[in-house]
């Protein structure tokens, strides 16, 4: 196997990191862009522990989200970026947020589980505006008669929310910090919103 320095290292992580769009592991780069050169997973580790440090103080970060690592903008900048997407980001309506926050607090679940919590009939279309992000998948069927479809999050649920894991979540007490999870990417409907009817 070829040998590689630790600069080298360094940047070839960086450059792969860069170019993907999506949070890649310690295994996807050691078997991925790493495969031909014999390096360890400690020491992959270490550089990737030595660019989070490198990039602390600058407008870009690496950071761990979904189990793996991403450059994004510093949260600090976004007001000051948002100029710079033409397209706004869509907006979900208080329904589709509140399924969203059902599944993932208490995946796997039901339609039939996340009507219960809510209180009210879930229409096809939420699930299938949250399954069409990828933000929730089919994971199994319940063992009961009808064998109904159990939902779960994906890792771009965790990679769009910027958390590392399902135990990133905050409590669900904290209204403050599920404010700061949902309110990222949503500006919800005037209450005029008849939630019954989705």
């Known amino acids: 196997m070829a040998q590689i320095n ?35 997973r400690e020491r992959i580790s270490s550089a990737v522990a030595e660019l989070i440090v490198d990039y602390q103080e600058r407008g870009v970060n690496l950071v761990k989200v979904a189990g793996g690592y991403r450059f994004q903008t510093q949260e600090s900048l976004n007001p000051y970026l948002q100029t710079l997407w033409q397209e706004k980001a869509p907006k979900y309506s208080r329904a589709t947020l509140e399924t969203l926050a059902v599944i993932a607090y208490r995946q796997p679940v039901t339609r039939g589980d996340i009507e219960q919590v809510r209180g009210v009939a879930l229409g ?19 063992e009961v008669p009808g064998r109904p479809a159990l939902y779960a999050t994906t890792t771009e649920f965790l990679a769009y929310f910027g958390l590392d894991s399902l135990s990133s979540l905050p409590e669900l007490a904290d209204l403050e910090s599920l404010d700061a999870l949902f309110g990222k990417q949503t500006e919800l409907p005037q209450p005029q919103e008849e939630l019954t009817h989705e």
Do not use: M, Y
């Not at 096809?124 to 319940?142: F, N, Y």
């Open 6 to 40: 630790n600069i080298q290292l360094k940047q070839l992580i960086e450059a792969c990191l860069f170019v993907q769009q999506k949070p890649l592991t310690i295994k996807a780069l050691r078997e991925g862009v790493l495969a031909p050169f014999a390096v360890s």
């Open 124 to 142: 096809s279309h939420i699930l299938k505006t949250l399954s069409d992000r990828r933000w929730i998948r089919v994971v199994g069927h319940k």
